[in-house]
């Protein structure tokens, strides 16, 4: 049997070895809690793995366009009351307001009346076949309206003399551009699903002419006859265009010197 003197030295030189040990086996429990929590703070109770947690782009696009209509909303009303306030003592005279109002009109930042037509675009049903014998199975891209389609219906009303068009609740003016990514309608900054309304005033007689002579909507009504696409043409005798109210600002490219 050692002395009690041996066995006081031996478990000091045993806690010395086991201290370093114990110390690094604290820390790394406490590394693994601090990291662990990190976690569940980031997660707040998610999966992390999961792609349910984040905003989808398709839901970021809405939201942006959503936050779009509300900006051009509240620009609208400030326009139109900086536009009162101008007509206080703007200095013009009779014949120059009536050249402004003009300018104003042809320019489509003015709410325009008149008669016109009212032409609706719709996507097949995804399960639609053939319906022509002859006439193949279609592809998904045949039962879908395209950017050219929409683009075909404005150029052929302007071509029948349209004084004003609008697509859905927003006016046209010369800088608008009609563009689709996948089957949405982007337009000014907002998005739109089918079915895509396009609305013109003007002479109904001569719109629903051009419209039946336009080469790329006579290719469209193939598809229509051939997958059941829709296509409606409605005469409409009072028709309200509204005026255009986002920017007029260009934007453009330039070479880097």
């Not at 620009?75 to 109002?101: I, M, P, W």
């Amino acid at each position: 049997m050692s002395n009690s003197a041996d066995t006081d030295t031996g478990r000091v030189r045993r806690l010395r070895r086991f201290r370093p040990v114990r110390l690094l086996t604290a820390a790394v429990f406490a590394l693994a809690g601090l990291i662990f929590w990190t976690s569940f703070n980031t997660a707040q109770g998610t999966n992390l793995r999961s792609d349910d947690s984040m905003l989808r782009l398709s839901d970021l696009i809405r939201e942006r366009s959503r936050k779009n209509a509300e900006l051009t909303d509240e620009a609208a009303t400030a326009r139109s009351q900086v536009d009162r306030l101008a007509e206080r003592d703007d200095g013009s005279t009779e014949a120059e307001k009536v050249k402004l109002d003009a300018l104003e009109r042809v320019a489509g930042t003015k709410p325009l009346k008149g008669s016109g037509v009212a032409v609706t675009l719709t996507d097949a049903p995804p399960n639609a076949t053939a319906r022509i014998p002859g006439v193949p199975e279609p592809q998904p891209n045949d039962l879908v309206i395209h950017q050219q389609d929409l683009q075909a219906v404005v150029n052929a009303l302007w071509q029948g003399g349209a004084r004003g068009i609008k697509v859905m609740d927003q006016r046209l003016i010369s800088t608008s551009a009609v563009r689709c990514v996948g089957n949405t309608l982007i337009l000014q900054g907002r998005v739109y699903s089918p079915p895509y309304k396009v609305t013109a005033v003007g002479n109904t007689e001569r719109l629903q002419t051009a419209l039946a002579e336009s080469p790329a909507i006579q290719n469209y009504m193939q598809y229509v006859n051939a997958y059941g696409l829709g296509w409606k043409v409605e005469q409409q005798q009072a028709v309200t265009l509204p005026g255009y109210s986002g920017t007029v600002d260009l934007h453009y490219a330039k070479p880097v010197k």
